[in-house]
């Protein structure tokens, strides 16, 4: 708020809400398309899609976003990412791999942690 007035200093701002509709629906299907709920998920190929989305999506946001916009955006996108993610993939049935990226140093645990295979 601009020194406590009621109006915002963020003149150019667009809420995360607005982003995470924008790429919802792409990475729902994106995540039917690397998996299979009896089968497991193809998280590498995903992540990287995933990736691509979000950089494409962010460049037609901020380029409507002032400066202190795009800091103050930043910052609510990083709190709110991770939960996000959680939410969407554990709704469409699968483990969340992809955000915060989960370094596995063993890659047999890997692929089989990313697997989630049902017996």
Not at 35 to 58: P, S, V
């Amino acid at each position: 708020m601009a020194n406590g007035a009621g109006y915002t200093a963020l003149t150019h701002y667009i809420p995360v809400e607005v982003f995470l509709g924008m790429i919802e629906g792409n990475i729902k299907k994106l995540i039917h398309k690397y998996g299979h709920t009896n089968c497991g998920l193809r998280h590498i190929e995903l992540c990287e899609e995933i990736k691509k989305i979000i950089y494409d999506n962010k460049q037609i946001v901020f380029q409507h976003m002032d400066p202190p916009s795009k800091k103050e955006w930043s910052t609510k996108w990083d709190s709110q990412r991770n939960g996000f993610f959680n939410k969407l993939f554990d709704k469409e049935g699968f483990i969340n791999m992809c955000y915060p990226l989960k370094k596995i140093v063993n890659q047999s645990i890997y692929q089989l942690k990313s697997k989630h295979l049902k017996f």
